[in-house]
Structure formats: C-alpha cells, structure tokens
C-alpha cells in the first residue's frame, strides 16, 4: 500500500493533493524549484527537496531530478498534479519501470489520447461521435486547402499536441487560411516541441461540456457528470459550473454513457475528463480527453460529495471503486472562479509580485484552494493562478448570490488581480440566465465594461504602497487624538480621501 507520495508539482494542486493525503495519513514529498523556497507546499509536506533553478524545463519538467527525488526520499508514489508532467507518457512509463506508482492514467491511454489525431480515430471506432475534420496531419499547406474545401469553411487548425489553447488558429475565408496554417505550426512547436496540426470543422457560438470519468483497475468504470466551461478567454476556461445550465436528464444520461464508453475504449484507469463540444441544438462531438485531475474539479467535488484525488489514490492502491453509477447523485449547485495575478485592463498582464495583505471569504459553503499568504511573492515563471474559489449552494440561484459575495470579500492588495473582471461577469444577465456560450466573454465585452460595482456592491479598490495604508492609519490616529468622532466632517480634502478610501474598502471603524 502506498505510505508516501511524491507530488511533481507546485502551487494550490501541490497543496489540494497533500491534504487529501493528510486526511489518509500519507506522508508527503514535495519538490521546488530556487523560485518556490517559500511556496506554502514546501513547509506543509513532511519532506522538501530542492529539484533546480526556476526554469520549468530545469525544475519541474526534469524527469531526471524528479524520480531522483522520490528514490532519495523512499516515495512510494507520485501524483503529478496537473500541468507539467501530468500528462507526460514518458514520465508515466518512467515511474513504472522504476518500481514507482504514477498516479494517474496508463502511459498507454496518455500516449493515444495526448495526440488528438489517434484520440479520434479511437474514439471513431469506440462509436464515439466526433466533430468533423480529418483523421492525418496536415504535412503541406495543399494538404490545408485540400481539407478545408473537403470539411467546409469555418474550419478550425489545432496542434496534435497539447492544450491550452494554445496551436489554434480559426479560418473563415481561403485567404487566411495560408497565415493561419504557418502561425499555428509555429506555435506548436514552440509550445510542444512537435509541430504537427490537423483541421476540424468550427462550431460557432458551441458550449464546452466535459464529464468527469473515474476508472479502476478491474474494469469499473463511472462518470460523475458534466461541468459547464464555456466562460474562456482565448481558449483558457475562466469560470466553471455544475450542472450545466443548459443539460436536460436525457442528453446527460446519454453523454454520460458516452463518456463512459470512451474511457473504456482506451482501459483507463484513475481520474480523467472527456470534453465535448455541444451546439445550440444540443448536439454533442468529443473534442478531447485530459488524462488527469482537471483544474476544475473541486465543483464536482462539491456537488458529489466525492474526494477525487483519495479515489485516484485507492484506485492506484489496486482498490476497486467505491461506488456504481447509480450511487452517485448530483446534489445542489457548484460555481469556480479562478483568481489570477493578472491586469484584467491591460490584456491579462500577469502581475507577479509582493502579496502585502490578503483576506480570503468565509462561510457556508465557500471553498478557497489557495497555496499564497501575505508576504509571499508570486514568482514571474509559473502559471498566474492564485486560487481557485468555490461556493456551492442548493441552486445556480443560491450559487450565484454566494459567489458574488465571497469575490467582494475577497481582498488582495500589493498586486493587480482579476477579481473585480470575474464579478463583472457575474453581473451579465446572459449568464445569470444561464444563457452563454464560448463567445460569452468576446460578446459582452462592452457590458461588462459598463458594470459600476459601487452600484453593485460597493467594490473596493487595492492598496497598492506602504504609504497608503500609513495615510489610513494617520487619519484614524488624528481623529482619535482630536477627541473627535470618526464620522466628524473632514476639515480638509487629504482627510476626506482617505475617509472615503476607509469606507470603500469596507474598514468597520470608517465611521
């Protein structure tokens, strides 16, 4: 039985992952790189091991360094989270031959379903359906044409590898075809290392549905439903929920099953995600499979009552699964909201840096997973997400209300945020309605841009300086020593800003 466990990554899954084990009295390892000294997830593991400079590619996606450091360590097993290695076929095999447990998908299912062309052929023939495009790479810009005359424009070209959004280019006429073909290529290979692109047939205006699957190693297989992704912004998922707003009981019930049956198509074993596109139609196409824990798998969490990372441990364990698909239930509403340092004003600048002050929602059913503390510095190498916030809540309307709060108690200062852009999504009455698709966040750009949050909630603005937060202070401390009440008329503008900041930023002893 596994007794401690590497976990090949950083951040809030690093830490999401270590207390599940925790709670399963696992030992944990983890691994940083020189940037995350101070990452929570070094101090909170039993065991750290420095792996390299902060360059992911000398750190943690060095293979080498990583199954070193489970040796040295005795690590039974390793979790690799999501991102780096998660989805690496070579890693997976590498654990195996080293008598390391790789928690998470076959190196055989990875490698079939990390390349989208063999992922549909194979889902082709599990009787899948599929969105239509060729099944062989484009190696020719003829070979471009060619497809695109064959599938009918709009057409999308997307990497064979990787994700992300990232090797896609969308073609609407013939004569961007040509500059789509060579940008994407060119992306790929800088992303992946592997330049190979296909075509599918673009579905306008579609919904990103994904079911979670979960597969033993003795043949067992479930879904645990569907989550609603369509809120992204350039292909990279914003928003999440549970149920999707626009599912009926019949089209879940048999998108599940497929689901399922796509899963066994390539034996699967361990948590896994198929993503569909749906049109307004409620017609479905798989789109891909993610061979690991996604990001945003805490609202099924929440909304199955089902820790998935302890199932992906047990399954590795050699346990059966716990439960059959009609044990499991949905049960009220789940909504995610990813918190990003970025400049939602200037093009999602990432914003690394100082965090100084730092006040996380409370309450029923709220859900912070969080790796940051005031004080740490968010370094300029990784991934720009802070946490991942979670309300549930009986019902989308509930869900909504819940969220709402929770991101206007949410107070981060020292660096830029998203959290004012995610609540001005909130506001949207497309999607109160439930009515969105992936174009949602392109398409009310000019609404969302004129939400007032005072109007809302009174939004809070950052402190961004030292002197800022001394002005506060200043001004209370006049007052105080003046003998004179907090809600004193100002004598002079300088006292009457910093009153006005007191109020907007919910101080209690503004007045």
Not at 213 to 229: I, S, Y
Not at 277 to 290: A, I, Q
């Amino acid at each position: 039985m596994i007794t401690k466990i590497l976990v090949a990554n950083r951040g809030e899954i690093a830490m999401r992952v270590m207390r599940s084990c925790k709670e399963m009295s696992i030992k944990t390892v983890a691994v940083y790189s020189e940037a995350d000294r101070t990452s929570r997830h070094v101090f909170f593991a039993d065991e750290a091991v420095c792996i390299g400079p902060a360059p992911s590619s000398e750190s943690y996606l060095n293979v080498d360094k990583i199954i070193d450091a489970a040796k040295k360590t005795k690590a039974d097993a390793i979790h690799p989270g999501y991102g780096f290695l998660s989805e690496n076929a070579d890693f997976a095999k590498r654990c195996k031959e080293e008598g390391i447990i790789f928690i998470g998908a076959p190196h055989e299912a990875i490698e079939s379903m990390g390349d989208k062309i063999s992922a549909r052929r194979i889902m082709k023939a599990a009787g899948v359906p599929v969105v239509p495009g060729n099944e062989d790479s484009l190696d020719t810009y003829e070979d471009a044409v060619r497809t695109a005359k064959e599938i009918g424009l709009p057409v999308m070209i997307k990497a064979t590898a990787g994700g992300g959004g990232k090797g896609i280019r969308i073609v609407r006429t013939f004569e961007e075809l040509e500059n789509a073909y060579n940008s994407a290529i060119s992306e790929a290979k800088a992303s992946f290392a592997n330049g190979i692109v296909y075509m599918e047939k673009l579905i306008e205006h579609p919904h990103h549905i994904e079911f979670q699957v979960l597969a033993d190693q003795h043949g067992n297989v479930v879904h645990l439903f569907e989550r609603e992704c369509s809120i992204q912004r350039k292909h990279q998922k914003v928003i999440e929920e549970t149920p999707s707003p626009i599912m009926t009981d019949e089209v879940r019930k048999a998108m599940g099953e497929i689901a399922v049956r796509a899963a066994k198509a390539v034996n699967y074993e361990g948590a896994g995600t198929i993503e569909f596109m749906v049109d307004d139609k409620l017609n479905y196409y798989f789109l891909e499979m993610n061979t690991r824990l996604q990001v945003e798998h805490p609202i099924t969490e929440e909304v199955l009552g089902v820790d998935l990372v302890k199932e992906q441990i047990n399954v590795a364990n050699g346990k059966p699964l716990r439960f059959k698909q009609e044990d499991l239930k949905q049960r009220g509403h789940a909504i995610e909201c990813r918190i990003c340092a970025e400049d939602a004003e200037n093009n999602f600048t990432p914003t690394p840096g100082i965090i100084k002050l730092i006040t996380e929602p409370q309450g029923i059913g709220v859900r912070v997973d969080s790796f940051c503390y005031e004080g740490y510095e968010i370094p300029i190498y990784y991934d720009a997400m802070i946490s991942k916030l979670v309300v549930w809540a009986a019902n989308r309307t509930y869900a909504i209300e819940r969220m709402r709060r929770v991101l206007y108690e949410y107070k981060i200062t020292g660096v830029k945020t998203n959290i004012s852009y995610l609540r001005k999504i909130l506001e949207v009455p497309d999607f109160v309605k439930g009515h969105y698709t992936t174009a949602f966040l392109e398409e009310n750009k000019q609404r969302m841009e004129s939400v007032n949050l005072d109007n809302v909630d009174g939004d809070s603005e950052e402190i961004h300086t030292d002197e800022d937060i001394a002005a506060i202070a200043a001004y209370f401390d006049y007052m105080v020593n003046q003998d004179r009440p907090c809600n004193a008329p100002a004598d002079n503008r300088q006292i009457s800003r910093w009153k006005e900041f007191g109020r907007r930023n919910n101080m209690r002893n503004y007045d």
